[in-house]
């Protein structure tokens, strides 16, 4: 293949390039398979170790395959770092859902003397903050090393490093110590997912701020706290703060909720302010260290002091030093995320073997169960006998706040715009049996379901808020997915009784009638 070259000189990668750049890719790939040594030449390497990235990892080691996955935590701008698992592991999902919690045995603490419940001093209830970040910091580490463990276990080797493409085969892994290592691949994804967006255009707001990748790890308590962002994030966090005992504003820069239900983001927000969230809308000026180490911001409106400014106004793909422009990925310009659906495959990029799973897969959902689904399908299509693709439509998601929203299919607004007077909107009012005894408010609680106007009514979109409600959904988004859930097979179900859910297969009100829709009845 290179008569002009002897064997031994074939592992002078710098004296072959220049040929190699003039041979074919098969003769590029020949050279760099044969000038690396077997451990560093792998089936599959997955740069990033959360969610999706371990699962497509696992996945392709099941099916045989010798895989690496790559995983290494940037700092964050106020320090913070973490373990293997990614953002829901370690500052997403999981603690969020575990401080979601803790703020709700708190209200459940509050009702408890209208079941029967006393305090032996008749004195409320205190929070102490350090216990529960070192219970859940505890835990994430507990999974940090589960994680660990199911590599070993599957024989997927773990590298501590970040990961840069030189080529379409070629990473270079560069770790803590920067010390680099090239190591080369037959096909390669990429997991690496997002990270939050700061201010920079705003004196001190980097700085002087935290983010969603700081609040759970927060050694000492947060205090009287600004969280600026429409986001799902901000009102997560600014719920369950609050219900925590501190001192909460929401700075709303725009609409909350963007891209979900309008009427649902709307109930979510009321039900936060009624919760005790200050809602204050403008955009911030300024971030002021004061003396003492409180944080002054002002914005158009007016201005504040605060113990804590939580940044929350989204997240950006996370490809800073990948490499992936040098090689000719295709990123879409706007957004950042890198473009799939090259070859007929949803995660395909424009380099054939280069795969991307995740939340840095653009226009998919950015969510943590879509990425695990998404990486165990590539993974059996890449290596086994499955030609089972990524279904991305109909994907059900929960918003934690104080009261829970669930949704799946399409909103409101979508669907009419989809299918312009052609849809019927069942909806009620409805009151949790549990918010009775303590005399709860319950007019934020509320359910509807978009169907089709033209028989047999298909349902296209359920949405509900209310206690539990992710848990409520789950089934109902399996029911749409067998595409026959129409309203007929809802109403002719038999609901549980007394359950949230039932309310459900007890729709009959439809907005276009303009009758009452609180459910008045047991």
């Not at 102490?128 to 090393?145: G, H, M, P, Q």
């Amino acid at each position: 293949m290179f008569p002009c070259l002897r064997l031994s000189s074939l592992c002078d990668l710098h004296t072959l390039q220049p040929i190699i750049s003039q041979r074919s890719f098969i003769c590029q790939q020949l050279v760099q398979r044969y000038c690396s040594s077997k451990a560093d030449q792998y089936d599959l390497v997955v740069i990033g170790g959360g969610s999706g990235g371990l699962a497509c990892s696992k996945e392709a080691a099941i099916l045989g395959k010798k895989v690496a996955v790559l995983d290494f935590v940037d700092p964050s701008s106020q320090g913070t770092t973490w373990g293997l698992g990614g953002t829901c592991v370690n500052v997403g999902c999981i603690p969020k859902k575990l401080m979601h919690q803790a703020a709700i045995l708190g209200h459940h603490l509050k009702e408890a003397t209208s079941y029967g419940w006393t305090y032996p001093s008749n004195e409320p209830a205190t929070h102490d903050w350090s216990v529960l970040v070192e219970n859940v910091t505890n835990y994430i580490k507990s999974l940090n090393f589960g994680h660990r463990t199911a590599l070993m276990d599957k024989n997927v080797q773990y590298i501590n490093a970040k990961g840069s493409l030189l080529d379409r085969n070629r990473i270079m892994t560069i770790n803590k110590k920067n010390e680099k290592k090239q190591i080369y691949a037959d096909n390669i994804v990429i997991a690496t997912g997002m990270r939050p967006k700061t201010i920079q255009e705003v004196p001190g707001m980097t700085e002087n701020s935290i983010t969603s990748d700081d609040i759970f790890w927060l050694n000492k308590p947060p205090g009287k706290t600004l969280v600026i962002g429409g986001s799902y994030v901000a009102l997560e966090c600014a719920g369950f703060l609050s219900g925590l005992g501190y001192d909460t504003t929401l700075m709303l820069r725009s609409i909350p909720l963007r891209g979900f239900d309008q009427q649902m983001a709307d109930l979510v927000l009321r039900h936060l302010e009624h919760s005790g969230v200050h809602i204050v809308r403008g955009t911030p000026k300024s971030n002021t260290k004061q003396k003492d180490g409180r944080l002054e911001v002002t914005w158009q409106s007016g201005s504040d002091v605060y113990d804590t400014v939580l940044l929350a106004i989204g997240r950006e793909a996370n490809t800073k030093d990948l490499g992936i422009l040098d090689i000719g990925v295709d990123v879409d310009q706007n957004t950042g995320h890198i473009v799939g659906g090259y070859g007929g495959e949803s995660e395909r990029t424009s380099i054939p073997n280069i795969y991307a799973i995740g939340d840095i897969l653009h226009g998919r959902p950015e969510l943590t169960p879509v990425a695990i689904q998404a990486g165990k399908l590539l993974a059996r299509r890449l290596y086994g006998t499955s030609l089972e693709a990524m279904d991305y439509e109909l994907i059900p998601t929960t918003v934690f706040t104080p009261l829970e929203y669930s949704c799946v299919g399409l909103s409101e607004e979508e669907a009419e715009s989809r299918f312009p007077d052609e849809i019927e909107v069942y909806h009620s009012y409805y009151k949790p049996l549990e918010y009775s005894l303590p005399h709860s408010s319950s007019e934020h609680c509320y359910i509807k379901v978009v169907c089709l106007r033209q028989f047999p009514h298909k349902v296209i979109g359920i949405h509900i808020t209310g206690p539990n409600s992710g848990e409520v959904l789950q089934g109902f988004a399996v029911a749409m997915r067998t595409d026959s859930l129409t309203l007929q097979v809802l109403q002719s179900s038999v609901g549980i009784h007394p359950t949230t859910a039932e309310e459900l297969v007890k729709l009959h009100i439809t907005k276009r009638s303009g009758l009452d829709p609180t459910v008045s009845e047991c």
